[in-house]
């Protein structure tokens, strides 16, 4: 049974003893102290968005096209009646969220992905464990509990490949294959400063301690900057996979037994052509508008997906999640589970492992009180029925 709601407890009981939050109570207060707080360039880097950032903006707006319509007196309020859990892909969770994968955390903290894996562990939710990770696979696993790996498909197979092999290896659950990144969007945040972390060695600690990556290299990139220079050189020429089909996730079937999911999708026809190929999930997403500004916000794109293939393939869903009525929505739109992104990495640069665990609780606690009083007990209430428009 679910208790996460207990966070509220919690804190107006240390309010007696005069103690109030660290932290902001909200994803948009800890964006804001992020921006206060944090390093610029690691700031620009996690809160940027491609463009003019409507996408970005209209993730977060196309929720207040939906409203919800509480069902009272169905006894799903009181303490420990509520089960938030479920099963998405073959992993158990304690709740529908898992921490989207998001590369590069040693611009926030030194043990980023290690402790994301730690806390993610400790409450039960899953991790994706990112391609552009700071921390190798290997060391990432030991300390995980659920965890999915994500994989940017490099443009060379044999690598993809050693990636997919060290992550089922160190025990991730699902392969997310992230199809909307071939390359980087523009990012006016990060160019005006200048600043692509990977060009500084950052991000790309899953390539340099991969046994193919380094058998191209002349001399190990730890020896001098120089060879680190080099290593660097060797991963802007594979990072992108240009050449990707749906039809490869045949021969990604072919790789591994464990689940796949496809990251990146907003159209009906791609995932109808991707779970023709083997696909078993694909997440709805637009990278958190990242990639393509104007382009549809997750959400909206949410339905038609679910009604291509839902009956076929779980659907999941990512971009502009910020409150735990937002994953009510998104479940009652046919999600089976979501990915939660940029508030937990500004927790991450805040407070470490406690930032990150603030900014899930926030969310798990606002999703078990909301569910409580909309009378709904665990994920099989939520539908349709539970919407309403806002217009
Ligand atoms: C700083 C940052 C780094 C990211 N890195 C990756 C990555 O390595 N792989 C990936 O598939 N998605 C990556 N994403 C996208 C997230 O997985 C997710 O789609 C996005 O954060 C969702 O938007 P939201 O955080 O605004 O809800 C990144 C996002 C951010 C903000």
Redesign the pocket.
């Known amino acids: 049974m679910s208790s996460f709601a207990d966070f509220q407890n919690e804190i107006y009981l240390a309010g007696l003893a005069g103690a109030v939050p660290d932290l902001p109570m909200t994803a948009a207060g800890l964006a804001e102290r992020a921006r206060e707080v944090l390093d610029p360039k690691a700031f620009a ?2 809160a940027g968005s491609a463009s003019a950032e409507r996408t ?1 903006a209209a ?1 977060e707006s196309a929720f207040d096209r939906y409203r919800l319509v509480p069902r009272m007196w169905r006894g799903a309020s009181g303490p420990g009646v509520r089960d938030l859990s479920v099963e998405v892909l073959g992993t158990r969770l304690a709740a529908p969220i898992l921490t ?5 955390l040693e611009l926030l903290h030194e043990r980023g992905e290690t402790i994301v894996a730690e806390v993610t562990r400790e409450l039960g939710v899953g991790m994706v464990l ?3 990770a700071s921390t190798p696979i290997e060391e990432v696993g030991k300390a995980a509990g659920s965890w999915w790996y ?1 994989l ?1 498909w490099p443009a060379d197979d044999d690598l993809a490949r050693s990636f997919v092999q060290r992550a089922a290896e160190s025990g991730a659950q699902a392969i997310v294959v ?1 199809a909307d ?1 071939p390359s980087l969007g523009w990012r006016p945040r990060d160019l005006e400063l200048a600043h692509l972390p990977f060009l500084y060695g950052k991000g790309i600690a899953n390539y340099l301690s991969d046994p193919v990556f380094r058998a191209k290299l002349a001399a190990p990139p730890e020896e001098s900057e120089e060879a680190l220079r080099m290593a660097v050189l060797t991963w802007v020429g594979l990072f992108g996979n240009h050449g990707l089909r749906p039809a490869d996730i045949a021969r990604l079937r072919e790789w591994t037994e464990l689940p796949i999911a496809v ?1 990146g999708v907003l159209h009906p026809d791609d995932a109808r052509q991707l779970v023709d190929a083997g696909a078993d999930a694909v997440v709805v ?1 637009n ?4 990639q393509v500004d104007g382009s549809i916000a997750a959400l909206d794109a949410l339905p038609a997906v679910v009604a291509t293939v839902g009956d076929r393939a779980d659907v999941l869903f ?4 910020r409150t735990g009525t937002d994953v009510m929505v998104a479940l009652s739109l046919g999600a089976k589970a979501v ?1 939660y ?2 508030p937990w ?1 500004y927790g991450l640069g805040l407070a470490g492992a406690d930032g990150v665990r603030h900014a899930l609780r926030l969310l798990l606690a606002d999703l078990d009180a909301a569910m409580g009083l909309s009378g709904c007990r665990g994920v099989a209430d939520l539908s349709r029925a539970m919407l309403s428009s806002a217009r």
């Open positions: 880097y996690v970005a993730n989207a994968p998001v590369g590069v990112s391609t552009a994500q940017y992230t990144t990251k997403s990278h958190g508008g990242r990512d971009s502009g999640i990915f992104g940029r990495a």
